[in-house]
């Protein structure tokens, strides 16, 4: 079974930074693209990046300069480096493969208020 684990979330003022991991398990993120999405209650799961197989990375317009998504196959571990975190990133952030859709796991939180 597939199982894919969000840490790293947390509460960080306006400006401050945040390092997400996502740890994947029963299944190889060797050869797989795999991506961030983040979701707000009410909310539709956005896509926020994706990180392909040969470490090609893009993001959300919004994002872009502030958010890098790298990955450690050996681990099987996919991160996303949140710098200059602005209100409007509060969400739950997930990971998942971008095909093959695995389960969600539960998602870490991140909350950007002062």
């Known amino acids: 079974q597939v199982q894919l684990e969000e840490s790293g979330g947390g509460l960080v003022q306006p400006g401050g930074s945040l390092r997400l991991s996502c740890a994947a398990s029963g299944r190889t993120i060797t050869g797989h693209h795999m991506s961030w999405y983040r979701q707000v209650p009410g909310k539709a799961r956005d896509w926020v990046g994706s990180?392909?197989?040969?470490?090609?990375?893009t993001l959300l317009h919004s994002v872009k300069g502030r958010f890098t998504i790298s990955r450690d196959n050996a681990k099987n571990m996919v991160y996303l480096q949140m710098n200059n975190l602005k209100p409007e990133d509060t969400a739950v952030y997930y990971c998942n493969f971008v095909y093959d859709l695995a389960d969600w796991g539960q998602g870490t939180q991140v909350t950007v208020s002062s």
């Open positions: 990180i392909m197989s040969d470490d090609f990375t």
